[in-house]
Each structure stands twice: as structure tokens, then as C-alpha cells.
């Protein structure tokens, strides 16, 4: 079953609890009752439920998790520039890799998302604790985020806001922020350096050793491991090949072997 039939059609979403688990049980057409009462909860008093990778639920539960926290945080940041364009919902399908039979299924939890008057923290902070720790995965959500705002060629200023916002939830400070804003709206392309989260005083060995752990980090079988759905592999590869683009320019433009 694709990450979409267990978001919709299976139990994992109801493990979650907290705010993400109302609004899958909502979609799916259960526990509607509860979805007000527990954003409210995660309003007030902040979501409290699995922290520092633990799941109920299991595999099953991180991937819902991830997947459903790029679809609603999609939804919300749709609304901020006051148009939903057909590039946007054409590249929201391509990055998802929604079946056919999904689309409608899908639609309804972004829908519902789209359409709610409460905000996108409560779901932010969720997934900020039920990955904690998990920085490559919660950059992942990122870079989704990414690829559907500029679906259209231009990142409009409440859309940067947004991101913004979801980044310093999500405990990025702004260099962290800066490195995916710039990956993916840099006219000549993102500073290689950055890309490795180093500066151009960084010696030869700290350039190897960040590039090493970013490769390990961000490998797919890793995330995949950690809880990023398959259909989000296309994503996972990409990011590998920024990493090493960077490295080899560096590399090429210093002359290390």
C-alpha cells in the first residue's frame, strides 16, 4: 500500500494523536468530534505527545507523520499568497507521486487543511517534537515546502515568511534556513560552501568531514530508514546530488583528492 492508502484508508494517522491524527481522522471521516478539541489542546498548551523519535505506531506511523505534515503545511501556505495556482497543484502531484486512485483521497485531507481557520503552528510543533533530533528529515519537510512554492518560478514574500516561520519552528536557525532558501532560488545557483554548511576559511579536512556527514545524514536508504516515505526518493536524491555538486566544485576548485 502507498503512503497515501495508509494516510486515508489505515490506522497509523490515529497513533499520532495531537492535531495531525484529528485532522487524518476528520479526512478519513472519523473522530470529526475530536479534531477542534485537539488543536485546541495543542493551541494552548502546545502538542505533548511522542518526542525524540518515539512512535506509536511504528514505521508505519513516522512515514504518515512526515507525509501528512508536507501535505497540510502545503495546504496552509497555499492560502497566504490568496491564490492556489495549477502549477502549484501539478508540482504538489509530481513531488507527492500521488497515484490516480489517491488524488481524490489526498485532495480531501489538503481540502480540509486549505479550508480550516486554525493555524499551521499546531502542526509545525507536532512534527517539530515527533522528529526531534531527526534534522535531515525535518529539512526534508522543508525542501517539499520548497518545491511547491516555486512551482510557479517565484517565491512570493508571504510564502518566505511562511517557510521561515515553519524553519524556526522546526529549531533551524537562519544559516540553516539561508542554505535551503538559497538551493532553491539562487539565480547562479547555491554557494557551495553554504551547501556544506561551511565557510571559505574551512580547511581541506573540515570541507572532507562535513561533506562525509552530510552524505551519511542525508543518504536515502537513511532517511527512508528514519521515517521518510519511498515516494519522496526522487526528493532524497536530489538532495544528494546538491551535496555532492558542491563537494566536487570545492574539490575541483582547490585541488583535493
Known amino acids: 500500500m502507498s503512503i497515501w ?24 471521516g472519523h473522530v470529526v468530534d475530536r479534531i477542534k478539541h485537539n488543536i485546541r489542546t495543542a493551541r494552548i498548551g502546545g502538542y505533548s505527545g511522542s518526542t525524540q523519535g518515539s512512535f506509536p505506531g511504528g514505521q508505519d506511523a513516522r512515514q504518515v507523520a512526515f507525509a501528512t505534515a508536507v501535505v497540510v503545511l502545503s495546504a496552509k501556505m497555499a492560502k ?43 502542526y509545525a510543533r507536532q512534527i517539530a517534537l515527533l522528529f526531534r533530533g531527526e534534522r535531515a528529515l525535518l529539512e526534508g ?15 512570493h514574500p508571504a510564502e518566505k515568511d511562511f517557510l521561515h516561520k515553519v524553519a524556526t519552528i522546526f529549531g533551524f ?30 580547511s581541506d579536512d573540515d570541507l572532507k568531514a562535513a561533506h562525509r ?13 528514519k521515517g521518510m516515505p519511498p515516494e519522496f ?13 558542491a563537494w566536487d566544485q570545492i574539490r575541483k576548485e582547490r585541488n583535493i583528492r
Open 213 to 225: 556527514k552530510l552524505s551519511r545524514e542525508n543518504h536515502p536508504d537513511t532517511l527512508i530508514a
Open 141 to 155: 519537510i522543508l525542501e517539499a515546502l520548497y518545491q511547491i512554492a516555486m512551482a510557479d518560478g517565484a517565491l
Open 80 to 122: 497566504v499568497d490568496g491564490v492556489v495556482s495549477r502549477d502549484e497543484i501539478n508540482a504538489f502531484k509530481r513531488v507527492f507521486h500521488i497515484p490516480p486512485g489517491e488524488e481524490k483521497n489526498v485532495g480531501r485531507l489538503f481540502d480540509m487543511a486549505r479550508k480550516s481557520s486554525d493555524g499551521f503552528e499546531p
Open 5 to 28: 492508502g495508509k494516510i486515508i484508508g489505515g490506522t497509523a494517522g490515529f497513533a499520532l494523536g495531537g492535531p495531525l491524527g484529528a485532522i487524518l481522522g476528520a479526512a478519513a
Open 233 to 245: 526518493i526522487e526528493q532524497a536524491n536530489h538532495k544528494m546530488a546538491r551535496i555532492n555538486a
Open 173 to 202: 536557525a537562519d544559516i540553516d534556513f539561508d542554505r535551503v532558501h538559497h538551493a532553491y532560488t539562487s539565480p547562479g545557483g547555491p554557494d557551495p560552501y553554504e551547501q556544506l554548511g561551511q565557510g571559505r576559511d574551512a
